[in-house]
């Protein structure tokens, strides 16, 4: 049998988010509506997918469908574009807020070359059909997706049961993922935003030290990470001070989850209170206590 014209097969983790009510908002302010629309691709949309390590396979309209090398990725996307988009509609009026329904999925797909290397077979239909599921500004997943993720997110995944799918002759078992009860829906461990990392604190004489990073900067230097010390020439941030060492401590994403790596420093590096091995990583979210040397920083994120 000839295969040589046969698409290209491979496993993919499928995010596929659709604006719910999207007629009525239309028939109510159709220019703000899709005015709301653009600045959500650009400023939502695209920023969280390519974040996550995705790209978008196409984003017409009130749709959109991104595919991930791993379904972590493809959920830590989805969380992040529904944070971001809490974010967008706390300066809307009630009726003007966009909700999107986002629904995840991982499994196999088939690439169009001929086509912008659009997608399509049974994971993005199956996605598709997921995502329809989903709350108004919530996500759904698939159990294959739970199964591998469960662990890995500070988030619940609450059993929503079986389901039938149009078009689909097998029953799809689907869980919503939700804030865990009393946790931050904000984890920076496990989503990464589109924020600023604000380190600022005192020595032990009361002295301010401090600087700030963008998340999206330590994104783009994620095989490098970001060094912190006394050199001026080789640390991204500078803390002149007796207890800093030359080179003393570096900032990474691993998975898609801060840490902080000891780089040898001679007075240590500690998070909360709990020592950081010289060449050991710890990791740690807004809301931590960096020491570095004398230094004590508050970690906080806008």
């Known amino acids: 049998m000839n295969t040589s014209n046969a698409p290209r097969r491979h496993l993919s983790a499928i995010l596929h988010a659709d604006l719910a009510g999207f007629v009525r908002l239309t028939e ?20 969280a997918v390519e974040i996550a390590g995705g790209s978008i396979v196409h984003g017409t309209g009130d749709a959109m469908l991104a595919e991930f090398g791993s379904a972590l990725a493809a959920v830590t996307a989805a969380i992040d574009i529904q944070e971001r988009m809490a974010r967008f509609n706390e300066l809307l009026a009630e009726e003007q807020k966009l909700l999107f329904r986002i629904g995840v999925h991982l499994g196999e797909v088939m690439v169009d070359e001929d086509n912008n290397n659009d997608l399509f077979g049974d994971g993005v239909n199956l996605a598709e059909r997921i995502q329809s599921m989903a709350e108004p500004g919530g996500i759904a997943v698939s159990r294959a997706v739970r199964d591998v993720t469960e662990l890995q997110v500070d988030y619940a995944f609450v059993d929503g049961g079986e389901h039938r799918a149009k078009n689909v ?44 990073l963008a998340l999206d900067r330590l994104v783009e230097r994620r095989a490098e990470g970001f060094v912190i010390g006394r050199d001026f020439d080789h640390c991204d941030a500078v803390l002149s001070h007796p207890t800093v060492s030359r080179r003393h401590a570096r900032l990474i994403l691993v998975d898609n989850t801060l840490q902080i790596e000891d780089l040898g420093s001679t007075n240590g590096t500690s998070v909360d209170g709990l020592a950081v091995a010289a060449g050991a990583l710890r990791r740690f979210q807004a809301g931590a206590r960096v020491r570095i040397g004398d230094i004590e920083l508050a970690v906080r994120h806008d």
């Open 28 to 47: 109510v302010e159709e220019e703000l509506t899709f005015l709301h629309l653009k600045s959500v691709k650009s400023d939502v949309w695209r920023p």
């Open 169 to 212: 002759s097998r029953p799809l078992h689907i869980y919503h993922v939700r804030a865990r009860v009393g946790a931050s829906r904000r984890t920076t461990t496990s989503v990464v935003p589109h924020a600023t990392l604000r380190f600022h604190g005192t020595d032990l004489a009361g002295r301010k030290f401090g600087f700030d």
